[in-house]
């Protein structure tokens, strides 16, 4: 296995090979329609060079795990997860108002760029964003072409279906979950109420089809066994809830040129995370009304955001999450290990990706 289990099995490049095959394949099909449509492939061509394609490896290597053998076709159907997560982006920045994805414009900012520029007629705000919706859906539809056309046995296709299907759907459900949760006010709640609300949204958002979806999709779909599937979805869901409490530490004390975007951002946006609950609880009166006062605040400046991080810090809450996310690592650890179908090189694969998908970057 490569140093790197991502890069097991070359399987990065070869991601990225089928990305770029499709994204200049759809580029023809749109072709048709018009030169503006170029805009619209530009955004998501952008968003799609590089990055881990942690999802693309959880597919693929829960279909080598059941015993499934390495083809291209098995690449293609585990980059419809990358287009997925793409729009789930896209939607998502439109949805935080963010300004960067990635180190780069976010889509609906950069066409909205694009209409300024142009000096065209109406609101450069308004035509980003709608823009933005199109190139969002537009993944979803190459999503389900990807899969569809992949060229992995039908048996295969149909056993991974059901699962690809309820990934697609309840992702909308934790998207809106959060949107929710974002305008409901956790006034007179105790912590654990705040915690469990939270962690229903990174189950719904995050956790399930960042690990969970993903390798069972692949997983069922190489005839994994029912036991065994049962290990997956618990493995999944707890390493899918590391991953996303990782990346909420990251929106508040995370470097921007790893994160790809402005240090304190999750504050701005307003995010009522784990996080969040930890620092309400174990901090001071003064604590919790400056965290009330700046949470969702889009004006925050650098310095508000280095005082709120000491508030954070000093309440317990990020000591909180880190233990959380050792004990949720520890706990999808052993699930995979009492998978008794799987083969080794599979489990080798999938132990490795723990550390990928946890590891601290900030």
Known sequence: MSAN???????RARVQACVDTTIAREREVLAEVGPDTIELVDAVARLLQGGKRLRAAFLYW?????????????????TAMEFFQAAALIHDDVMDDSDTRRGMPAAHRSLAAHHEREAWAGDAGRFGVAGAILAGNLCLGWTEELYATSGLPAADLER?????????????????LDVVESARSWDGMETDERIARAERVIRYKSAKYT?????????????????DLTALSAYGLDLGQAFQLRD??????GDPATTGKPAGDDLREGKRTVLVAHTLAGTDGAGRSA????????????????????????SGAVAA????????????????KSATGLTAEGVEVLDALIDSATSRTY
Do not use: N, W
């Open 211 to 227: 690990v969970e979806h993903p390798v069972l999709i692949g997983a069922s779909a190489g005839g994994a066994g029912s036991d």
């Open 321 to 336: 999450v880190e233990a959380d996310i050792t004990r949720l690592a520890g706990s999808a650890r052993a699930s995979l």
């Open 291 to 314: 965290l009330s006062k700046g949470l969702g605040d889009p004006d925050l400046d650098a310095d508000t955001v280095e005082a709120l991080r000491t508030v954070i810090t000093d």
């Open 5 to 11: 289990p991502l890069d097991a099995a070359s399987l």
């Open 160 to 176: 991974g279906r059901p699962v690809f299907d309820r990934m697609r759907t309840q992702l909308m459900g934790g998207q809106f």
């Open 62 to 78: 829960g279909y080598r795990a059941a015993g499934g053998p390495d083809s291209d076709s098995l690449v293609q159907v585990a």
């Open 248 to 253: 909420d530490l990251l929106g508040v004390f």
